[in-house]
């Protein structure tokens, strides 16, 4: 599976971004799904997970109320839509995929294949 991400730019604090992660060589709807992000010097970090079929998700303390992931697995495609952005969402966001049917994956570990990231910058 390759994933391509994009969405990711510079917003002030308070804005909303929308990221997608595309899909190729595979359908998507055999893998769960994850969010990352990860900010200089610091480790990369669950932002949120998706089940196979959209219908259960996790959210990291940090971003609960404020993002949603979402998934449309006939477009192969997944999104992060980020509201209510922080200074401190500043990072390269990364989707990625697992294989995982029944459940998430929230662990860097449980990922299986990596899209190459997109920044997203968030000016106070």
């Known amino acids: 599976v390759q994933l391509q991400a994009c969405g990711g730019g510079l917003v002030q604090a308070g804005g909303s971004l929308r990221l997608s992660c595309v899909a190729s060589?595979?359908?998507?709807?055999?893998?769960?799904m994850g969010w990352f992000r990860q900010a200089p010097g610091k480790e990369r970090d669950i932002v949120a997970a998706?089940?196979?079929?959209?219908?259960?998700?996790y959210y990291a303390d940090a971003v609960k109320g404020r993002f949603t992931f979402s998934r449309d697995n006939a477009k192969n495609t997944v999104y992060l839509q980020m509201n209510s952005l922080k200074p401190e969402d500043t990072a390269v966001y990364y989707c990625?995929?697992?294989?995982?049917?029944?459940?998430?994956?929230?662990?860097?570990?449980?990922?299986?294949?990596w899209g190459q990231g997109t920044q997203v910058t968030v000016s106070s």
């Open positions: 990625a995929a697992a294989r995982a049917i029944f459940d998430y994956r929230t662990a860097v570990k449980d990922y299986d294949f």
């Open positions: 060589g595979r359908t998507l709807s055999s893998y769960a």
């Open positions: 998706i089940t196979w079929n959209g219908a259960s998700t």
